[in-house]
Nanobody, 113 residues
């Protein structure tokens, strides 16, 4: 079973930046799309940004202009700039194929005011 591992979370002051990475433990075939999601305490898990295999990106309105999703041959990334306290959450990466969905274990991002 392929595993996803996020890294790059941490504590940052408002206005700061973080870069999240998501690595896979093995190859994922028939990949369709990848994305970042986040879940704050007491709230549902929401989409932050997605990128298709063809490179088409989609962002939640709350992060447009501040976050950038990208990928290379080995990892998925989320560059987060101008962070706000409301961005505080556990961030998860997700890989989707036509048959399966893979989730990482999450990485905590905390933005202090």
């Amino acid at each position: 079973q392929v595993q996803l591992v996020e890294s790059g979370g941490g504590l940052v002051q408002a206005g700061g930046s973080l870069r999240l990475s998501c690595a896979t433990s093995g190859p994922i075939f028939s990949l369709n799309a990848m994305g970042w999601y986040r879940q704050a305490p007491g709230k549902q898990r929401d989409m932050v940004a997605t990128i298709s295999v063809g490179g088409i990106t989609n962002y939640a309105d709350s992060v447009k202009g501040r976050f950038t999703i990208s990928r290379d041959n080995t990892k998925l990334y989320l560059q987060m700039n101008s962070l706000k306290p409301e961005d505080t959450a556990v961030y998860y990466c997700k890989y989707s194929t036509y048959r399966s969905v893979y989730w990482g274990q999450g990485t905590q991002v905390t933005v202090s005011s």
